[in-house]
């Protein structure tokens, strides 16, 4: 028998998951009680993604989408120097994050060590090598050539993004 979470009394449940034995004052007051922390935690949630931004969702989708490059090339060695064991690998760009009409093409983005990304800011000879070597001299060169394209994206199609691909996420773990 569980014990009510308010008097810590033993009682009979009667419906599914109760945790307040009801028979109590207390007991029911604090069943109310935890009703309305639900509800806020609810509209607290809601009130704060309104008060999010575009900028906010963007940095969202960019970690979500890092996360999802990650564990696609977990079993592909760092794209510019080729070690397969390192402290930390991160999502590297061929042309830079900077150049928002590519910042979310999986073409653009590969599994790099930090050392390569951040030291040697993206090794981008041996990059383009390797990357030619997977998706082919004519995609390499459309992304160079489409760079400075722009990138109009809605709040809506931010969410959309994150949507697909923490489900992407969820099919790769």
Request: proline share 2%.
């Amino acid at each position: 028998m569980p014990k009510c979470k308010c008097c810590n009394d033993k009682f009979e449940v009667k419906y599914f998951l109760q945790k307040f034995c009801m028979v109590k004052d207390e007991c029911i007051k604090a069943f109310v009680e935890s009703k309305k922390d639900k509800e806020w935690k609810v509209k607290k949630a809601q009130m704060k993604s309104d008060l999010l931004t575009h900028k906010d969702y963007i940095k969202l989708l960019q970690v979500t989408f890092n996360t999802f490059i990650r564990l696609r090339d977990k079993d592909l060695p760092c794209i510019s120097c080729g070690v397969l064991k390192c402290e930390e690998f991160h999502a590297g760009h061929y042309i830079a994050s900077t150049y928002q009409y590519l910042r979310f093409n999986e073409f653009n983005v590969w599994r790099q060590c930090s050392r390569c990304n951040t030291h040697l800011r993206g090794n981008l000879i041996s990059y383009r090598i390797e990357l030619i070597k997977r998706i082919g001299l004519e995609e390499v060169e459309y992304l160079e050539n489409s760079r400075h394209m722009m990138l109009e994206i809605t709040i809506p199609d931010i969410k959309d993004l994150i949507i697909k691909y923490k489900e992407k996420i969820k099919e790769l773990k």
